[in-house]
């Protein structure tokens, strides 16, 4: 296991992620409190009768962890939409959830004009850029946060708005959602302080260790599929690292027999396995069984477990164990974990 020396931190960082991610406490703290400040022109119509949440990466992802905090409890069918068309069914009775941290992504720009023009009820959720335009333009709702970071270093600014305007207008059913707040913010802030690169011994540090020189897999139950996808894109985007994601218990009926070729390839991948109580216990048997029979091909397996007690501090303990492992993993592999040129290279092409 590879491991890290403090003093690559500030060479490898110089544009100070990490401050980004120690704040994460208090960005979901400042992220719920934009929600609770915004203006909902009407609080008590009808409720919709689908919800949308239309956004690409580290924006996309606030629609997957709002609709598995939401989880089970939901009354009406919550989808993440990720690309240029909206299907049909958004109509007059949609809720339709316009997520860009820019405000200038594609695909986003173009489903919401869509979405618009099928009668759907608009919600912009951006620091800036076209959508805001598109809002002013057309006098539709939309939450302003504050801009000039990466994206995927905003969730807290992303998603507690989209949950506390979504728990105004009762879409939430039975959420106490003020205690599962206090608890998520003093966890999440603890796990900032234990996961400083000053503390030797880490969670994140070890993972980041186990995984150098590998190929992260990362599988989860079902319940949980937005936080493997969550540490799939940190660790694409802040370790420049290949990884791949699959939930449970769907890949049981197919990839566990792919764990076999190509041997030399397999034999480099070291899969997580994340753990929450979520989990329905066949889900749980499922997974410490397909460990036991994949185990001899990997270069391991790493179980996780979420930490806290509400489902959203819960989640969100898993996404600050991923986001600080993609971090030590960006500086093993002596990359500084903020640009991600290859993805601004393609939306400038794009534009051209
Ligand atoms: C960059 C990042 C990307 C962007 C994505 C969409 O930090 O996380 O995944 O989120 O390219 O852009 P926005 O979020 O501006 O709509």
Same mark, same amino acid.
Request: proline letters at 7%; hydrophobic letters at 40%.
């Given at each position: ?151 995927r270093a905003s969730l807290g600014y992303l998603l ?11 879409? +939430?059913?039975?959420?106490?959602? /003020?205690?599962?707040? =206090?608890? !998520?913010?003093? *966890?999440?802030?603890?796990?900032? #302080? ?13 993972l980041a260790g186990t995984l150098h020189g590998k ?54 991948c070291h899969v997580i396995q994340l753990h929450d109580? +979520?989990?329905?216990?066949?889900? /749980?048997?499922?997974? =410490?069984? !397909?460990?036991? *029979?994949?185990?001899?091909?990997? #270069? ?53």
């Open positions: 296991m590879t491991t890290l020396n403090p003093a690559q931190i500030n060479q490898y960082d110089s544009d100070d992620m990490l401050h980004l991610l120690s704040g994460f406490s208090e960005q979901c703290k400042r992220g719920w409190e934009i929600g609770e400040s915004f203006k909902l022109d009407r609080d008590d119509g009808q409720p919709p009768s689908n919800i949308v949440i239309a956004g690409m990466g580290g924006s996309g992802i606030s629609g997957d962890l709002a609709k598995a905090v939401i989880g089970a409890r939901s009354t009406c069918p919550i989808i993440v939409n990720r690309g240029y068309s909206v299907p049909a069914f958004v109509t007059a009775q949609t809720l339709f959830i316009a997520v860009s941290y820019s405000g200038n992504t594609e695909e986003t720009l173009l489903s919401v004009e869509q979405a618009a023009a099928q009668g759907a009820n608009i919600l912009g959720v951006t620091s800036g850029g076209k959508l805001k335009a598109f809002a002013e333009a057309h006098n539709l709702p939309c939450v302003t946060i504050p801009a000039g970071q990466p994206p507690m708005p989209i949950l506390s305007i979504l728990d105004r207008l009762r879409l +939430i059913p039975d959420f106490n959602f /003020q205690s599962d707040l =206090d608890e !998520t913010i003093d *966890l999440l802030a603890q796990l900032a #302080a234990d996961f400083q690169p000053g503390i030797t011994e880490s969670l994140p540090k070890r190929l992260p897999i990362i599988y989860a139950p079902q319940e949980l599929e937005a936080i493997a996808t969550r540490w799939k894109g940190q660790m694409n985007e802040n370790s420049k690292s290949l990884a791949y994601c699959s939930v449970y218990p769907e890949m049981n009926h197919n990839e566990i027999e792919g764990w076999k070729h190509p041997s030399a390839l397999t034999q480099r109580p +979520i989990a329905p216990p066949q889900t /749980q048997r499922r997974m =410490d069984i !397909t460990a036991e *029979l994949i185990e001899p091909h990997t #270069a391991g397996v790493t179980a996780v477990h979420s930490q806290g007690s509400s489902l959203l501090a819960r989640l969100l303990s898993l996404v600050a164990i991923g986001d600080w492992t993609s971090y030590y993993l960006a500086i093993l592999y002596e990359q500084n974990p903020t640009p991600v040129e290859r993805i601004e290279e393609l939306k400038r092409r794009l534009e051209t």
